[in-house]
Each structure stands twice: as C-alpha cells, then as structure tokens.
C-alpha cells in the first residue's frame, strides 16, 4: 500500500521545505518532480496473522482497577507490535480467585455500582462490596469490560475475557501462560 501526501506549507517556508525534501522527490509512482510529496507506507496485518494467545491471572490480592488496566490492555492487543486500532489483536486472558480481589481504600464501602433495567425508576445502586459478596465474576468482569471500548469491536473483545470465582477453571487443554501483574499486587503494610 502506498500512500502519497502533498505537505502545503506557505511560500516563505516552501524553499527550506524543498531543499529538505529533495532526496525524496522520485519516491512517488505519479510524482511529476513534485518533491513535496511524501511516499509512507503502512502495515496493516490481515486476520490470518493473527495470533492468540491465552493467559491465566491469578486474582487474589490484586488490586481491581490497576488489574483490570492491564488486562484490557491485553484483550485490546496493545502489548503487541502489531497493534491496529480497527482490528481485534487482543489475546484471551482467564482470571481465576475474582472472590479475592482487593479494593484499595474504602472503596468498598464508599463506591457505587449502578445499574439501569431500561424502565423508568429501574435504577439499582449497590455497593462494590455488596456486589463482590453476590456476584464476584460479573463485578470483576463488568470492571473490565467497561474499559474497553464500547462497540461491536469492543463486544468482540470482551467475548476473550473469562472470569472465575473460584481457582479453577475449564481451559486447562488451550495450555495458558501465567500473566503476573507486579503493579497490581497490593502490599500489606504491617
């Protein structure tokens, strides 16, 4: 793919940008000595250089927001080199022990999860302790999914995130790597 752009800069400027752009002058297919053309290519990958990985997290005593970053970083694909914003790059992450995962503060205590049935007066509002004592997997992966971005893309993406309460879970034959989150583990100050 080739890509030619025309730089328009004002006439003052236009001897300094030519004399810079002078080497580059042949490089345009259709250039007709034009030097102020620019030939830039772009990488786009296809969807069969696409590869995935999986990888396992072990919740427990990780911090929930700087957790949950790194793990939509992931299922973005931005960790790769090969990283488009149009695409579904992303690798599919398993987090285990969703029950043990910390909230820094009295973030339990003080912040709200709110929800909306569609209806009027369908407003819910619990606390994040409460809804990680009901529902710790569906908190976990609401916290996530909510830093993805919200299209058909990033629906797509979220269908790689698979959250577990407990320490075991049914992905054992796809062989995940352990991910380690260093900046998530909280610390116990004694």
């Known amino acids: 793919m080739e890509l030619c752009f025309r730089i328009r800069r004002s006439p003052e400027t236009l001897s300094t940008e030519t004399v810079r752009l002078a080497p580059l002058a042949g490089l345009c297919k ?18 069969s ?5 999986w990888f396992v997290v072990d919740a427990e ?3 929930l ?9 992931i299922l973005r694909g931005k960790h790769k080199p090969t990283f488009a914003t149009h695409m579904d790059m992303g690798d599919h992450v398993i ?21 909306h049935s569609g ?7 619990r606390t994040y302790e409460e809804s990680m004592n009901r529902k710790p997997a569906d908190t976990v992966r609401k916290t996530i999914t909510g830093m993805l971005p ?3 893309l990033g629906n797509q993406m979220a269908t790689k995130l698979k959250v577990y309460a407990g320490d075991s879970h049914p992905h054992e034959a796809q062989l995940p790597k352990t991910l380690d989150i260093p900046g998530a583990r909280r610390e116990v100050k004694s």
Do not use: F, Q
């Open 119 to 125: 209806y009027p007066g369908g407003l819910t509002s």
């Open 65 to 73: 927001g700087r957790m949950s970053t790194e793990i939509a970083r």
């Open 49 to 53: 250089e696409i590869e995935r990985d």
């Open 30 to 47: 259709n250039s007709n000595t034009d030097v102020s053309r620019i030939v830039v290519k772009t990488y786009t990958p296809k969807k």
């Open 95 to 115: 987090v285990i022990n969703a029950a043990k995962v910390v909230l820094t503060a009295d973030k339990g205590e003080k912040k709200m999860v709110h929800h």
């Open 61 to 63: 005593g990780l911090t």
């Open 150 to 152: 919200k299209t058909r």
